[in-house]
């Protein structure tokens, strides 16, 4: 291993553990939990910070409990390519409120996105309204989600 991650050592783990767990957390709780100074935990946290290996923090919310009970992937080939084509789809879909993440990925389509809506009348207005007018839209796939586990991802 190379780069950032070859420097982690456990405890830099178990703080990055402790911060996906509650990242509200200050250093001296996580401290506590590990056996670490308040100062000792800060300094590894803003060391974290400057390799990037902490890019931030967000909020993440319910929702359903928002009034948005409808989540919808969608896989989208772009009729036409190129360089100002990508930039002018990526520009207009993050432009639209109900799309929350827009992926270039690699493989059957160019763009997966995340939707969310109230229910399926409205997931259908934000298609036909907003989605289907996307400059260079070509083939279009919905997959509505059922159900979803978050996992914290890779820590080592």
């Known amino acids: 291993m190379t780069g950032p991650a070859a420097d982690l050592d456990d405890i830099d ?35 974290l910070e400057k390799a990037g290996i902490i890019a931030g923090q967000r909020v993440d ?41 827009v992926q270039h990925v690699l493989g059957l389509y160019d763009y997966r996105l995340r939707v969310t809506a109230r229910d399926l009348a409205d997931f259908e207005r934000v298609l036909r309204r907003r989605i289907m007018t996307l400059p260079g839209l070509g083939q279009v796939e919905a997959n509505v989600l059922l159900s979803e586990e978050r996992r914290p991802g890779p820590i080592g």
């Open 61 to 101: 919310f319910d929702a359903a409990a928002l009034g948005f009970g409808v989540t919808v992937f969608l896989g989208v080939k772009l009729a036409t390519k190129g360089r100002v084509g990508l930039e002018d789809f990526e520009r207009a879909a993050t432009a639209i409120p109900e799309v929350q993440t």
């Open 13 to 47: 783990r178990r703080v990055l553990r402790a911060l996906v767990a509650d990242a509200t957390q200050g250093a001296g709780a996580i401290g506590r939990a590990l056996g670490l100074s308040q100062p000792a935990a800060w300094r590894r946290i803003r060391r």
